[in-house]
């Protein structure tokens, strides 16, 4: 589709080309770029710590420092001779202080006639100096344009309202608007570039978390000949030369835990998974996890490893321990509730699902709580809705729920004391599911036992469907040692630090419908 300028983007056009006919390169080849402009002032603000009675005008360019700063001009005052550029580069906004002694008129005249104008990039060389209002600033010898923008960013305005909050409005307030058309929400909004700073932080210290603790980092398949490791509906794509339908992966699990047979003791991936399922403010179509495997561990053991973890992130980037999310105060620091799935829901619904060990009374029993599902879920499907409806929304504070129902939890080992239980957890945050674990299971008869009951349990379209994995069985009976493992989605985890209520927020270019032009 060929670009119809309006009438703002006509204008730029308009200047673009006689900026051209003045025989100036609108969109030059070579930069040269020395600090950048928290650089610039920070270098001054040092060098007037040390000379404190100069001369701060920059009138001498042999005094003082010297800088050349590149950025995208965000403000401008022009005053006939004189004018005043703010530029905005990813480290912050420096003021350019330009008057038409100090340098080329033509390059002034740039400015002066509007040529140069907001959200163009421009290269400027000068002196530090400060203003008589007091700003440090570049008073500028050498200017040049490096790149003409044909159509301007959107206008953001904010209202201060009377109990200290900003309400954001103009052009740009539609979020889908927004998540569309990433690249401008970033440039015109520094909370939104912050948050994914911030994002960048979490993943780094997840990484040098995981390698101080002895595993190692891994990468596994995402094109697999079969899909498996979670409950969920996969991507299914075709290569052409090997005339073989893929599956995009909804898990790195059963990759990862062929690791240990082959004698790695801890290993762990951070990726994009991909599960071809609803979207909501907390499920993204791709999303990124992290999953760690460890040898000779428990699910008890991966609790701890996780709440250590979950707390150093928290931390590095808050500097403390506990946080707000959505006006809700969550507290990293201290111990982690653990309560069995039973425990939890028998608190929260008065119905010990133990009364009813078949699903049909069992959902007698939650018709009568007014509860609603669909029919002819299992046992274990019936226990997890309790979980969901009674539960979930309560558990705010970082909490540890045990030991799920054994027919929703294919890789996990039995406990101790019955048969109808598994050595499972979840973990919940703010009222979400945030990561999930399991004393693995490692009897490949047992493994083998369970994806035959799963293949009864469920019917072949239904997205909980669990293939049976031919070749992780194979690896199984190889001798894997015993482990525990675990999975998180790192969005959620960075929507909580970030305090975001949408998992749109927290991912840059996250997924959305098709465009109505």
């Known amino acids: 589709m060929t670009w119809q300028p309006n009438k703002l983007e006509q204008e730029r056009l308009d200047k673009l080309r006689q900026i051209e006919d003045l025989g100036v390169e609108a969109f030059p080849a070579r930069v040269h770029r020395t600090h950048t402009t928290a650089?610039?002032?920070?270098?001054?603000?040092?060098?007037?710590?040390?000379?404190?009675?100069?001369?701060?005008?920059?009138?001498?360019p042999a005094q003082g420092v010297t800088v050349t700063v590149c950025g995208r001009v965000r403000r401008q005052n022009i005053k006939g001779k004189v004018s005043f550029l703010h530029i905005e580069d990813e480290s912050g906004r420096v003021q350019l202080f330009m008057r038409v002694n100090d340098m080329d008129e033509a390059a002034y005249n740039l400015v002066r006639e509007k040529l140069v104008e907001l959200d163009d990039f421009v290269q400027a060389t000068g002196t530090m100096m400060r203003t008589q209002a007091g700003e440090a600033s570049v008073r500028v010898r050498e200017f040049k344009l490096l790149a003409k923008a044909l159509s301007p960013l959107p206008v953001i305005k904010q209202q201060k309202q009377e109990d200290g909050t900003i309400i954001e409005f103009g052009e740009f307030n539609d979020v889908e608007t927004r998540y569309r058309q990433r690249y401008a929400d970033l440039a015109v909004n520094a909370d939104v570039r912050d948050v994914f700073k911030k994002r960048a932080l979490i993943?780094?210290?997840?990484?040098?978390?995981?390698?101080?603790?002895?595993?190692?980092?891994?990468?596994?398949?995402?094109?697999?000949?079969?899909?498996?490791?979670?409950?969920?509906?996969?991507?299914?794509?075709?290569?052409?030369?090997l005339h073989q339908d893929l599956y995009l992966r909804i898990s790195f699990e059963l990759y990862l835990k062929r690791l240990l047979v082959g004698g790695y003791d801890a290993v762990y991936e951070i990726g994009r998974d991909f599960r071809n399922e609803g979207v909501s403010f907390k499920h993204n179509t791709e999303f990124t996890m992290l999953e760690f495997y460890k040898a000779y561990i428990d699910y008890e053991g991966v609790m701890d490893l996780v709440e250590r973890m979950v707390r150093t992130i928290v931390q590095r980037v808050t500097g403390g321990t506990v946080i707000e999310y959505q006006g809700q105060t969550l507290d990293f620091g201290a111990p982690w509730p653990r309560l069995t799935i039973r425990e939890a829901i028998k608190q929260n619904a008065e119905i010990d699902y133990m009364d009813h060990p078949m699903a049909e009374s069992l959902e007698a029993a939650m018709r009568k709580i007014g509860l609603q599902f669909a029919p002819n879920q299992t046992w274990g499907k019936l226990v997890e809705h309790l979980l969901g409806e009674t539960v979930e929304k309560k558990l705010i504070q970082p909490t540890f729920i045990l030991d799920y129902p054994r027919d929703i939890s294919p890789f996990a080992k039995r406990v101790r004391y019955d048969d109808k239980h598994v050595e499972r957890f979840e973990i919940y945050m703010a009222g979400m599911e945030m990561g999930n674990a399991f004393t693995e299971l490692n009897d490949?008869?047992?493994?083998?036992?369970?994806?035959?009951?799963?293949?009864?349990?469920y019917r072949?379209?239904?997205?909980?469907?669990?293939?049976?994995?031919?070749?992780?069985?194979r690896a199984m009976r190889f001798g894997m040692p015993p482990c525990g493992g675990f999975g998180m989605g790192v969005d959620r985890l960075v929507m909580l630090v970030t305090n975001q209520r949408s998992i749109r927020d927290v991912l840059l270019y996250p997924h959305l419908r098709e465009e109505q032009r």
Do not use: C
């Open 39 to 60: 650089q610039a002032l920070a270098a001054y603000a040092d060098w007037e710590a040390v000379n404190p009675d100069a001369d701060k005008s920059g009138d001498d």
């Open 203 to 241: 993943i780094r210290t997840m990484r040098e978390f995981f390698d101080n603790e002895g595993f190692l980092e891994v990468e596994t398949p995402i094109l697999q000949p079969l899909y498996g490791g979670a409950a969920a509906r996969p991507f299914v794509t075709h290569h052409n030369q």
């Open 460 to 473: 072949a379209d239904e997205d909980d469907a669990t293939p049976t994995d031919d070749d992780y069985l």
């Open 444 to 457: 490949p008869r047992d493994q083998e036992a369970r994806f035959i009951d799963m293949a009864q349990l």
